[in-house]
């Protein structure tokens, strides 16, 4: 039974992933806007003069020259902004490391959670209290999100390096590719940079999207909403995609930019950690920063949620003689 979950939770997952891979990237783009770290952004180093027009002349040339700050713009708008600077291509950035993700932390916590269900739902009623369900998100989260951070590291980084001025860039070649350079430039540490909070973005988000699921379904079976099919996996769905959307967002956005940040030697780094990125991002953009991306988590986090859910309904009817 342990098994079967965790290769049921699996197959769902990468599919749902792998659908809703632009979603996630375009999320990602917005989450990185305004951070004041970003070269050539805000402004740009003046050039020596060609020519002199007199050796005694007296001209002051400013140190730089201020550019107007970067219009925030919305996900839509970021969409085809990549599809006109880098192609169609681009929107599947960093899809072998969503890929090796889901394989990695979704079918961890997929199948963690489906075990610990077994295990603690009363054999007698057939229920599990909400707070046993959400004690297993919380472990199950845990888990998964230590064993894929390594790969959720090189996914934020290509899907963020297209934003980067070229010279800037990483040009990983694959998931591969980035894993291998990260060791051997940062270290093996930096696999595991942000890992408190990928641990803690995905306590909470499997939490409340798997625990909201299973409450959501079991109140529209008993209330006779709607029978046991595809209408109530969908309707679930919904309900835990927007819970865990407005759960996980603000952890989110400061998981995206530490995992981001370009860390060279002798150079400090833009933030010493989470609660120093969380500061940061505050004063300089304002609490509603932690928010930034919203429309295209919840955009991306409902699809995903109703793809993950669907899927692994119809694969466990596929499966169920096993």
Request: glycine share 8%.
């Amino acid at each position: 039974m342990g098994l079967k979950g965790f290769v049921e939770g699996g197959i769902a997952s990468v599919i749902a992933g792998a659908s809703t891979h632009p979603l996630d990237l375009i999320k990602v783009r917005m989450q990185l806007q305004g951070e004041s770290h970003v070269p050539n952004l805000s402004s740009v180093q003046s050039c020596r003069p060609a020519f002199a027009l007199s050796s005694t002349a007296n001209i002051s040339l400013p140190a730089t020259v201020e550019l107007p700050a970067p219009t925030r713009v919305g996900p839509l708008s970021i969409g085809v902004r990549i599809i006109q600077s880098e192609g169609a291509a681009a929107l599947f950035s960093g899809i072998s490391a969503t890929l090796l993700r889901q394989t990695l932390y979704s079918t961890t916590r997929m199948g963690l959670y489906d075990v610990l269900k077994h295990k603690w739902t009363d054999p007698d009623t057939n229920s599990m209290p909400l707070a046993s369900k959400i004690g297993a998100g919380l472990i199950s989260g845990a888990v998964g999100a230590a064993v894929g951070n390594p790969a959720d590291v090189a996914m934020v980084r290509m899907q963020a390096d297209g934003r980067l001025p070229v010279e800037h860039r990483r040009n990983y070649k694959s998931v591969v590719d980035a894993l291998s350079q990260m060791s051997k430039q940062e270290g093996v540490a930096s696999l595991w940079r942000g890992s408190s909070l990928t641990v803690n973005r995905a306590m909470i988000v499997t939490a409340s999207q798997l625990a909201s699921y299973d409450q959501a379904k079991e109140m529209i079976l008993e209330k006779g909403l709607l029978s046991d099919g595809i209408g109530t996996h969908v309707a679930a769905s919904f309900v835990a995609g927007f819970v865990a959307s407005v759960a996980s967002n603000p952890i989110d956005v400061i998981k995206t930019r530490v995992m981001n940040m370009k860390v060279e030697p002798g150079v400090e780094p833009p933030y010493k950690g989470a609660l120093d990125c969380a500061v940061k991002t505050v004063k300089a953009e304002g609490p509603m920063a932690l928010y930034k991306g919203f429309i295209p988590t919840i955009s991306r986090q409902g699809p995903f949620t109703v793809v993950l859910f669907v899927t692994l309904e119809q694969v466990r009817k596929l499966l169920k003689d096993f």
